[in-house]
Each structure stands twice: as structure tokens, then as C-alpha cells.
């Protein structure tokens, strides 16, 4: 049964994997992942394939897409709000904000991990509460963007972190 449960996340995993590959290697996540993803898991809700439902897919395709917010400040790419909303498809509501919440620790901890290694350890935290300051009270827009523009290579793929939280989320499910 377990084999079974592990083989419905196939299609899942394989594009997962090509997009966390890809995402690592040239920083974008193809849109025909994404729509791959997204087509297959309402399929899978219509085909009501291990207990999944069109509506399941959908409000799963809604919750992924709650990371727009981050897009629209200039926190992560389009490509990663699109990968999110079509694994939402197909994992369903909650197990997605379960992936999102996982996939926030995992680049945290990734980001954490990269700034002591560059020795930059400070000058991200300064930026981060320079961030966070100019979002909550919003009085100099320019300092937000030059903290902004300094992103660089130096970023963390989101798709890696989303694909380690839904296998976290798939071996957790199909272990049950």
C-alpha cells in the first residue's frame, strides 16, 4: 500500500526535481513545470485519485499562491509563485501551507548557514531590520528598494526549499 501511495506522487516528484535543478543552476523555474504541475493536479482532483477533489486542488492552488505577497516586494521570483500554486494543486490547502511554512525554515536556515559562511552574518541581519522596519512603517521607499537592489546571486532558489518541504510532506503522508 505503501508503494502504491509513494507511486500517485511520481509525476510530482520528477518535476520537482527538474525544477529545484534547474531553479539551482540558472536562478527561473520553467513555466511548463509549473503548468505541468498545476494541469496534473487538478486532473488528479477530477480523477479523485487518493481521495483528492477538484475543490481540494483548487483552494491548494489558492493557498500556493499566497507567496505573491513576496513577489510584489520584490522577495522572490514569479517562477517560485507559480511552482507553489501548482504544487498546491496538488497536495491540497493545508498540507500546502504546511510546505510553505517548511520551505520559509528551510531557507532561513539555508540563508542563515550562507551568511556565516561569507562572513556577511551582520550585514544581512542590519538589512533585514532595515526591511523590516521600511514594510511596517513604510516611510522611505527608496531605502527599501536600495536594500532591494542588493540582492544578487547570493540569493537562496525558493523552488529548493519548496522541494525539500513537499518530500518532507509526501514521505511524512505516504509513511502514515
Not at 19 to 27: E, G, I, N
Not at 76 to 88: N, R, T, W, Y
Not at 153 to 160: E, G, L, M, N, T
Request: net charge positive; with cysteine.
Amino acid at each position: 500500500m505503501i508503494v502504491w501511495r509513494s507511486l500517485i506522487y511520481a509525476p510530482l516528484i520528477v518535476l520537482l526535481v527538474w525544477a529545484a535543478v534547474v531553479d539551482a543552476r540558472s536562478r527561473r523555474v520553467p513555466n511548463w513545470i509549473s503548468f505541468t504541475l498545476l494541469l496534473t493536479g487538478l486532473a488528479r482532483g477530477v480523477a479523485h485519485l487518493q481521495g483528492a477533489t477538484l475543490v481540494g486542488a483548487l483552494e491548494g492552488f489558492g493557498v500556493g499562491l499566497i507567496p505573491v505577497v513576496l513577489f510584489l516586494l520584490g522577495g522572490m521570483g514569479a517562477g517560485d509563485v507559480k511552482l507553489s500554486a501548482g504544487i498546491g494543486a496538488w497536495i491540497g490547502p493545508v498540507p500546502m501551507l504546511c510546505v510553505l511554512a517548511g520551505a520559509c525554515i528551510v531557507s532561513m536556515i539555508a540563508s542563515i548557514a550562507m551568511s556565516l559562511a561569507q562572513g556577511r552574518l551582520i550585514h544581512v541581519m542590519r538589512h533585514s531590520v532595515v526591511m523590516s522596519v521600511q514594510l511596517i512603517f513604510g516611510r522611505d521607499p527608496r531605502v527599501l528598494s536600495d536594500v532591494r537592489a542588493e540582492r544578487s546571486k547570493r540569493q537562496i532558489p525558493f523552488a529548493v526549499s519548496l522541494v525539500i518541504a513537499t518530500f518532507a510532506l509526501v514521505a511524512f503522508a505516504t509513511v502514515r
